[in-house]
């Protein structure tokens, strides 16, 4: 078993503690799901050096799906480590400033 992957009984019995915490706190179904899919899509693109190909693969998801989740969830290339953020922010840096309709 890969160092970094948990029992299945120890990662329920982690979701199970932090769904509590979060049920007590009052956060909702929507902010709980948006935030675990921003931590999670976040997690995938560092461990794939912020490739966005490879990192849509391991998801399951195709890579324009995956931008688009990036850009809906608001997931900021400070949010993301490796070569692939930095060539992106060097890019919109060469744009300047820009508008969308």
Known sequence: MPKNR??????????????????????TLEQARREFEKQ????????????????????????????????NLGIGTEELSGRAAHRRSRRLAAKGPHRRL
């Open 6 to 27: 948990l029992p299945k009984n120890h990662l329920q019995g982690r979701l199970i503690e932090i769904v509590d915490e979060l049920v007590q706190q009052g956060v």
């Open 40 to 71: 999670f899509i976040v997690a995938s693109i560092k461990s794939n050096e912020g490739n966005l190909g490879r990192s849509a693969r391991s998801l399951g998801v195709h890579r324009n799906t995956l931008r688009n989740k990036v850009s």
